[in-house]
């Protein structure tokens, strides 16, 4: 079904680019290429799709035009912990350190009951300004208080 002109689909693919929705766009090329002659199968091997893929777009495109192309997020799965929860844990990582990865993990299990693979927590927690690092020892000549260097001085 054609539900736009080529000049419109090509300012669509126009306006797709300049938004960066490539995944919009490489649709839309599809749909071209189905306007300039090809089978389905023809447009679908030049953007690189399946040809169930490519039956899902058509009757995408049919039904609903551009916004049946445009890609649908569920918006994601939701996070184990709630913000007041990490919130928390945040809190409580910061008044009691150090804490090791394994510590943090029991903590997080024993308190909330639910566990995160340890790549995703550390992520999260640096995303939280925090990092894991070994405490040293400290010497006489480390002040005892921590300093910011400004970067003129």
């Avoid at 938004?19 to 290429?33: G, I, M, P, S, Y």
């Avoid at 993990?105 to 909330?112: G, N, S």
């Amino acid at each position: 079904m054609k539900h736009l002109a080529e000049a419109e689909l090509d300012q669509a693919i126009e306006k797709a680019q300049k938004a960066d929705e490539t995944r919009l766009v490489r649709r839309l090329c599809f749909v071209k290429n189905l306007y300039q002659g090809d089978t389905r199968e023809e447009a679908g091997n030049r953007v690189g799709i399946s040809r169930s893929t490519t039956h899902r777009w058509a009757c995408a495109w049919n039904d609903s035009g551009v916004e049946g192309l445009r890609p649908g997020f569920g918006g994601g799965r939701p996070p184990k912990l709630s913000s007041e929860q990490f919130e928390e844990l945040c809190e409580i990582l910061e008044s009691d350190q150090p804490w090791t990865p394994t510590q943090i993990h029991t903590l997080i299990k024993d308190r909330y009951g639910v566990t995160y693979h340890s790549a995703h927590l550390s992520r999260k927690l640096r995303e939280a300004g925090m990092n894991y690092a070994k405490p040293r020892p400290r010497t006489l000549a480390v002040p005892t208080t921590l300093r910011r260097f400004s970067p003129s001085a």
